[in-house]
């Protein structure tokens, strides 16, 4: 019997299990374009979840452009990777995509056909690396020009995201902060599992990236499903069948219909089918919370 469980690389398809809600609210926060950071401790299913939603948004028409930054050792390789990945997630006609190339100023293409005769166009720092910053700058804009003219939405992610405190300090942070802000074409997923630090970035008001995106955590299904706090994740295990004729099923605590995800209400999402909601949870979204080590929650009750 074939073994129904993968382990160790990324799954996919029936391999992938239990992140429908995740999946479904990370693509409505694409489609909207909005930024979001994705923070879990290591091994909990980020990148699987990233490849995943990468398929369903593709499916969607989207361009999508992945780029871990654990893989590159300085600011030179990330901007001609994350150029390079960019524009190709947005143009995939070859011609085009070498005249757009040759267009760079400080990245030029690198052109190299493989065996098959495959045309295969990257880029190259075309300055020093001191310089790579701006190059990196210079590539998001002409990513954004070209998203806007081939009226195409573009994610990217950005996977291991916090370490980016190891290229120049906050220097980056302020340049790319400045460059994002200013786009209408590009959503954001900021993923990392250095928690303390992701959470800086996010949250800390000296950061550039203070309130830049919403914060999502990934926690560990056990612990939801054993302990939940949300109202919401607390109704759902409540409704979970149980196979004993003489159990009394207790009454959901919910009412009410589920919010429009078009045109959400201000404050918590669940607000319309919550019996607990409270005058806060009208206006003001609820900010993520430890309520133990590893389970975050995020609602006004805590
Ligand atoms: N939804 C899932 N269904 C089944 N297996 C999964 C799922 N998500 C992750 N896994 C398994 O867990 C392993 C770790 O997942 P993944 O590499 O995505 O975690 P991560 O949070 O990105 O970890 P790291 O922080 O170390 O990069 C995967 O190799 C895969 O085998
Ligand atoms: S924030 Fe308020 S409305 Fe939302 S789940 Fe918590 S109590 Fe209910
Ligand atoms: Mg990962």
Known sequence: MENPFKYGGIVRGPYFANRRNEMNELKREMLNLNRVFLVSPRRFGKTCLLFNLIEMLERETMACAYIDLNAFPDIKSFATALTGFTVRALETNKDKLLRMLAGFQKLRPKVSVDPDGNITAGLELAVAEKDALSALLEGLRHTEKLAAKKK???????????????????????????????????????????????????????????????????????????????????????????????????????????????????????????????????????????????????????
């Open 152 to 302: 195409k939405k573009l994610v990217i992610i950005i996977d291991e995201f916090s370490d980016l405190d190891k290229f120049n300090g906050q220097t980056i942070e302020k340049a790319l902060r400045s460059e994002i802000q200013k786009q209408t074409h590009i959503g954001y997923i900021f993923s990392g599992s250095e928690q303390s630090t992701m959470l800086a970035m996010a949250r800390d008001r000296t950061r550039a990236f203070y309130k830049l995106g919403r914060i999502m955590e990934l926690g560990r299904t056990k612990d939801v499903i054993t302990d939940p706090h949300h109202p919401y994740a607390q109704a759902l295990i409540a409704a979970v069948p149980i196979p004993d004729p003489a159990y009394k099923r207790p009454i959901p605590k919910i009412k009410g219909e589920v919010a429009q995800p078009i045109d959400p209400p201000p404050g918590c999402r669940f607000q319309t089918r919550c019996l607990q909601v409270m005058d806060v949870c009208r206006d003001t979204q609820p900010q993520l919370k430890e309520v133990k080590p590893g389970h975050a929650v995020a609602c006004h009750l805590y």
